[in-house]
């Protein structure tokens, strides 16, 4: 630590908005303590977004990079708060001028209990399905293995969702490719798509008798939050919903998706203590309102692979103040948690939103207005700093980190 007075933040997760908010606060004079859960601080881009993203990837890696090697940052890898330390010694016991939640969303909103209950036994969430997806060929991968079958299906809405159902595609026809001794990566096909890929090789979808992954949402195509703007007039809103067919039209076409709209998932079909279906109800949805309203109407689908991408929320932590399966915010526009301890959030955490540009521009806008508070405060003393010093100086000895976060980058570089 410098030489005192100084003010701190402590910043929980070190990803795109974590680290967007250390770089503001840094370049502002604060010194930051930026936390996070894993050895590297990746989040999301390394385990969330499918490895086709490769020059994304790249690029975000870099700019988290950037910001976190200013000489006002102090990286602490490896230290998972409710495991290595506890809420109280966030909030209160190092004394931070102000704490900053950038832990993102990694649980999964689960699906209705009676279908949640196959969870492992045919049904699986997007988050360890994506991560499976990237890390699957790691040496020291030990995570749970898909096997993914022909007539798999999605169930959500979003980006990840489409993600999921290109997954399973890429999987499906690389592996008939394969089988035909023709190689092709998952960043070729994303690039390419399917229908060149097969006609420069004299193949049809037909011919290799592949069905593919098929996607279900519960609204319209017009509906899905594959792009967001805001729509305050009639003309803006058909424009949005137009666009989102669009896109959507494109995945169904260069990847070979089906998709179904205005379903919900109401109950599985089971065999012994296996997953071999979902039972969907139809929905309509009210064109004055956009109410959805249950027909009563049901359908069954016969898959022994369903992968549920409906939503991602924060994971619950003893002491973080919550209500449901949210975050218990005092104020969702700043951020604010607890303005006692003047704990605030930003990112994913704060607004449920898995997508790099939003995560990014909430991070700004919070962190902007955050550390103006936070310097209006009185610096911390000498004492305090030195007690924010020996905890970083632990957590370091603990994860085996030196202080230099460009060597420790370059010895565990990910993945690509």
């Given at each position: ?7 701190v ?5 070190g ?13 502002r ?10 050895e ?18 790249q690029?975000?890696y ?8 200013h ?45 949640d209950?196959?969870n ?44 999921c ?24 096909m ?30 319209r195509?017009?509906d899905?939050p ?12 058909a ?9 959507l ?11 179904q709209?205005?379903?919900?998932p ?9 997953l ?22 049901h ?55 898995g ?11 919070v ?15 000498a004492?305090?700093?030195?007690r ?13 980190y ?8 370059a010895?565990?570089?990910p993945?690509?």
């Open positions: 630590m410098q030489t005192p007075p100084n003010h933040i402590g910043i929980l997760g990803a795109v908005s974590g680290s967007e908010a250390a770089s503001i606060a840094a370049e004079g604060a010194l930051v303590v930026v936390i996070d859960q894993n590297r601080p990746y989040g999301k881009i390394e385990d969330g977004l499918p490895r086709w993203h490769t020059a994304l990837r690029k975000e870099g700019k988290i990079d950037e910001n976190l090697s000489p006002n940052v102090r990286f602490v890898p490896a230290t998972k708060l409710g495991r290595d330390f506890d809420w109280a010694t966030l909030t209160e016991g190092l004394g931070f001028s102000a704490v900053v939640l950038a832990n993102g969303a990694w649980c999964d909103r689960p699906m209705p209990a009676a279908i209950a196959f492992g036994r045919g049904l699986a969430y997007q988050n360890p399905f994506v991560y499976w997806f990237n890390h699957q060929l790691d040496a020291d991968y030990q995570g749970p293995r898909f096997e993914i079958p022909d007539g798999a299906i999605v169930v959500g809405g979003g980006l990840a969702s489409i993600d159902v290109k997954i399973i595609n890429f999987v499906l026809y690389g592996n008939a490719l394969r089988a035909r001794g023709i190689d092709v990566d998952a960043e070729t994303e690039h390419e798509g399917l229908p060149k890929i097969l006609a420069d090789h004299g193949l049809t979808k037909d011919a290799l008798g592949i069905r593919g992954a098929t996607l279900y949402y519960r609204r195509a017009e899905m594959l792009v967001s703007a805001d729509a305050d007039n009639a003309s803006r809103a424009k949005l919903e137009a666009t989102r067919v669009k896109l039209t494109k995945v169904l076409d260069k990847y070979l998706v089906t998709f709209g205005l379903a919900s109401v109950a599985p079909i089971v065999d012994g203590d296996h071999v279906g979902v039972r969907f109800e139809k929905n309509r949805q009210d064109a004055e309102s956009a109410k959805l309203i249950a027909t009563g109407e359908f069954d689908v016969a898959t022994t692979l369903v992968i549920s991408s409906i939503g991602s929320i924060p994971e619950l932590i003893p002491g973080v103040p919550a209500k449901g399966e949210l975050y218990l915010w005092k104020d969702w526009e700043s951020g604010t948690l607890d303005s006692v301890s003047d704990v605030h959030g930003l990112g994913n955490v704060l607004t449920g939103k997508n790099i540009v939003e995560s990014r521009k909430n991070s700004k806008k962190m902007g207005q955050l550390i103006d508070q936070a310097l209006a405060k009185p610096p911390l003393d004492g305090a700093l030195a924010i010093d020996a905890w970083i100086g632990a957590r370091w000895d603990a994860s085996g030196g202080g230099d976060y460009r060597a420790w980058i010895a565990r570089a993945s690509a």
